[in-house]
Every structure is written in structure tokens, then in C-alpha cells.
């Protein structure tokens, strides 16, 4: 007996094969000792319609875009004809930066052959730290800026997380040193794209109750750490009460204001503050894993959301019009480590659909050409 016991015992040990008793009974099984979370990919035996979406139903304006500045011809022709093929009209391209840089970045665009295809936003360079006189300074370039030719200001996600100001304190994003930015943004009639922090989960320990657990193990620099950092909570309500004190200014909120696993949250905060906008990028997994609720709210809020995407990534986009234009179910997010979950249709209304893919983004954005949309 004792000898059978050591020879289970040796196959379990190296991994020969691993038992389970079932009714009294052996029976083998495949050894996953070695299986990680990443690689878990079940294939789904659901059969249901698929509706694959390549191209847009109508042209889209994606407010949230990121490329070098300036762009390069060839880079910008090859960018094109993706758009084209995806039914996309317009790229606001967030990393403008600014003075000679903006200005080379506009040159660029407007001799490439492509000048109705991008524009620019500006950016705020934080990178001496801001100190006594630093927003009337940033508010004067920022003027400079908007005169060459950029449609709006961007504000990265440093901003209230890693800005700090000259005597070493953490920068917060409603530190009224800032506030002549924010009103030079409401004399001029340009929206203020703004990222804070990062989603929820980020702030929270990465345990087996995290169900961003694997994007932060794959991804362990976007953890935003306890102690070195303001909670979740307390960034937002910084953030909150800028909107609240500049009324007059149009800010979107990026990436949902964070809020999309939270439409009750988000919809109090739009309900609050009229001069709020939000945009979808990187936050399609939250929508998409609830699409009635998202619905509800789309139709709800229809005048105050925006399509973006963030990172450019033409084979990505149909994903978004899939989720946003049919009744699909139960199909794959693009980033297996972003979103385990799978994701439903939200069947936007017709017109809802067309506020969220251009119509508010021509109404926000001051300058853009309205010829090559519906209506």
C-alpha cells in the first residue's frame, strides 16, 4: 500500500498527472498546474449572431487621438486611407504640444494634401514645475497657441498625479494658480480635454478582488500607489470642483470622467454641471459589459458625449461600432488583459448615434469643417 502511495505522490511531484476522485474512483486529468490567468482563453461554445461592423454607418469626428507632432507626410497619407476605410472623418490629435512644436505640427497637416483629416490641440508645459505667475505665463502661450491654429487645450493625466509645483508639493488640479488658464480657454470659445487620474481599480490593492488584477500585473506602472498619491475619491472631487468654479469653460472629461462602471455617479456630475462633456476612449470594456444601462444613459445624455478612442489602432475601432451600433452578444473585447468580460450591442438610435459620432463634436469644437457630414 505504502508503495502505491509513493508512487502517486511521484507522478504528482513531476507533474505527470494530476488525480481526482470521483465516486471512489481515479480518474486523470490534465495537469494546469502551470496554467496563468493570461493564458486561460476559453472558447465560448455560445452560437449567436454576429454582425461585424468594418466601417462606421456614419463619418466620426474622434476627439481622442494621439500622434507625433509634427506628423510626417508619408505617416499622415498611410493614415488616410485607414480612416477612410473605417468611415472616420476627423482626428483631434491631443499631443500638439506647443509654440514652435504646435506650429510645426499645423504646418505639417497643412501641406500634406490631408489639412481637413486632423487638427491640433495644445498642451500646457509643466515640466519647471509651476510656481507664482506660472498660469498667467501658461495663459498668455496658450493665446499664442490658439491664434496659430489649435481647436482646444489637452491636459495629460500628470496633472493632479506627478505635477508638482517649485516648492515640491503635489500640484492640485483645482490650484486657482491655473484658473486664468481655464478662463483664457472660456474668453476664446476652445473645450478643455482633461484626463484625470486613472480608472478606480488602479488606486485600489491588486488582489484577488480587483478585477483589474491582470492589466496591473501585466501593466505594474499603472498602479497609482497608496500614500504616494490622493485617493481615487479625492483627485475626482478635486477635479469636480474646477469644473464647478469655471462654469463658463467646456471641459471634456476623458475617458468617461472615469465614471462609465458608475453611470449613476457620472450622470449626477453631468446633471450638476452643464459645462461638462465626456468622451468613450478606453473605456468601451465598461460600456459595452452593460448595454442597457449604457443605452439608457446615451439616450439620456445624448447632447453631452463624444466619440474617442485614444490609442490610434485602425483594427480596434470596429469594435466600437460594433458595440455601438448592433444588438451582438456575448463578443470579445479587443485587450484580453483590459476586460476578461465579454461585451453586448447598445443599438444607438439613429440620432443618437449621430450626436455621439459627429454632431457634438462639431458644436464643441470651434472651427471644424461641417461639409464632408450629414445633414
Not at 470521483?22 to 476559453?42: C, S
Not at 483629416?117 to 514645475?129: E, I, K, P, Q, Y
Not at 474668453?187 to 490593492?205: K, S, W
Not at 469644473?243 to 471634456?252: E, I, K, L, P, S
Request: with cysteine; glycine share 8%.
Amino acid at each position: 500500500m505504502r508503495a502505491w502511495l509513493r508512487l502517486i505522490a511521484l507522478l504528482i511531484l513531476t507533474g505527470v498527472v494530476a488525480r481526482t476522485w470521483v465516486a471512489g474512483q481515479a480518474r486523470p486529468v490534465p495537469d494546469a498546474a502551470h496554467l496563468t490567468i493570461d493564458e486561460y482563453t476559453p472558447r465560448s461554445t455560445l452560437v449567436v449572431a454576429e454582425h461585424a461592423v468594418p466601417r462606421a454607418k456614419y463619418p466620426v469626428i474622434d476627439v481622442h487621438s494621439h500622434h507625433r507632432t509634427p506628423i510626417d507626410p508619408a505617416g499622415l497619407d498611410r493614415i488616410a486611407r485607414e480612416m477612410d476605410a473605417l468611415n472616420l472623418r476627423v482626428l483631434v490629435n491631443l499631443s500638439g504640444g506647443s509654440g514652435e512644436t504646435l506650429k510645426r505640427g499645423l504646418a505639417a497637416i497643412a501641406r500634406s494634401g490631408h489639412a481637413d483629416r486632423m487638427v491640433l490641440f495644445a498642451n500646457l508645459d509643466f515640466s519647471g514645475g509651476v510656481g507664482p505667475g506660472f498660469g498667467r505665463r501658461a495663459a498668455a502661450a496658450l493665446e499664442e497657441d490658439i491664434k496659430a491654429g489649435a481647436k482646444g487645450l489637452k491636459v495629460f493625466k500628470n496633472f493632479g498625479l506627478r505635477v508638482r509645483s517649485t516648492d515640491g508639493h503635489r500640484l492640485a488640479v483645482d490650484d486657482p494658480e491655473l484658473d486664468a488658464v481655464w478662463d483664457t480657454c472660456a474668453r476664446l470659445n476652445v473645450p478643455v480635454l482633461i484626463h484625470t487620474g486613472e480608472p478606480a481599480p488602479f488606486f485600489e490593492p491588486v488582489d484577488k478582488f480587483n478585477e483589474r488584477f491582470l492589466e496591473l500585473t501585466i501593466h505594474p506602472e499603472r498602479r497609482v500607489a497608496a500614500g504616494e498619491y490622493p485617493t481615487f475619491n479625492a483627485l475626482m472631487a478635486e477635479r469636480d470642483r474646477l469644473f464647478a468654479r469655471h462654469q463658463r469653460t467646456r471641459f471634456v472629461a476623458a475617458h468617461m470622467a472615469w465614471s462609465a462602471n458608475d453611470l449613476g455617479r457620472l450622470g449626477g456630475l453631468l446633471d450638476r454641471l452643464p459645462n461638462v462633456f465626456v468622451e468613450t476612449g478606453a473605456v468601451l470594456a465598461e460600456l459595452g459589459r452593460q448595454p442597457l444601462a449604457a443605452r439608457a444613459f446615451f439616450e439620456k445624455y445624448q447632447d453631452r458625449i463624444l466619440f474617442g478612442k485614444d490609442t490610434y489602432a485602425p483594427s480596434e475601432y470596429p469594435y466600437y461600432w460594433r458595440t455601438f451600433e448592433t444588438r451582438d452578444e456575448y463578443f470579445d473585447y479587443y485587450r484580453h488583459y483590459h476586460a476578461f468580460w465579454k461585451l453586448y450591442g447598445m443599438n444607438l438610435p439613429v440620432l443618437v448615434l449621430k450626436k455621439l459620432y459627429y454632431k457634438n463634436a462639431l458644436r464643441l469644437v470651434a472651427g471644424l469643417s461641417a461639409s464632408a457630414f450629414p445633414e
